[in-house]
């Protein structure tokens, strides 16, 4: 699949088939996540694969998010701060943050590019995660992504973004209109 294509199909998918995704191509979306920059080129993301339909079930419950049940497959990011923390003391948080978001982005790319739906999980209860994949306290959840083929009658798409018009500054902050961003078209990237 094309670049672009990838970019613009990527989409939030909250409906899955009942075809289970092959691991392998899960296990690629991670190596693709492990390519993201990283402060230092810290190992600092630690992925759990889980296919425990048991556990599947307890982490949508987790989350009070009842469409994760329909996954066969999830990938849990974790960070493991320490280093981070050792080398970039109080800056350590925002990086780890960072990193973990362009290390998602990459995973969320590679698993368009495969044919794959994926959502992103942000509210669960830290706690309960933790108890169900048997995390240590010093770990972070960062992360939930269920796994599925869309559902066939299921048709989403990627949200429709607002304009990047009023948001783009140049040289200083709110100075806008310097170049006619209306000339450039979404279509066009
Ligand atoms: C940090 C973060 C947390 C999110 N948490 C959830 C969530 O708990 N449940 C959910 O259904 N979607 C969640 N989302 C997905 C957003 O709702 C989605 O990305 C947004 O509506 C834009 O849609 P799109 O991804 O299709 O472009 C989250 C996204 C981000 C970046």
Redesign the pocket.
């Known amino acids: 699949m094309e670049f672009n294509e990838v970019i613009k199909k ?3 998918v ?1 409906n899955y088939g009942t075809k289970k995704p092959d691991v392998e191509l899960v296990i690629k979306a991670i190596e693709s996540s492990n390519l993201a920059p990283s402060p230092g080129n810290l190992n600092i993301i630690k992925w759990i694969i889980v296919e425990d339909k048991q556990k599947i079930e307890k982490i949508a419950e987790a ?1 009070q ?1 009842e ?1 994760i049940k329909q996954s066969q497959i999830l990938v849990v990011f974790c960070s493991d701060p320490k280093k981070a923390e050792s080398i970039y003391d109080d800056r350590a948080d925002r990086y780890v943050k960072q990193h973990a978001g362009a290390a998602i982005e990459n995973f969320l790319l590679k698993i368009t590019e495969s044919g794959l739906s994926a ?6 209860v830290d706690e309960s995660i933790r108890a169900i994949l048997g995390i240590p306290e010093n770990i972070e959840v960062e ?1 939930v992504f269920p796994i599925g083929y869309q559902a066939k009658l299921c048709k ?4 429709q ?1 607002v304009s990047i018009f009023e948001r783009v500054f140049f040289e200083k902050w709110n100075n806008k209109y310097h170049f006619p961003l209306e000339k450039v078209r979404r279509e066009d990237i």
């Open positions: 990527r989409a939030s909250r989350s998010q469409f959502c992103w999980i942000g509210a669960y992360a989403t798409k990627q949200k973004k």
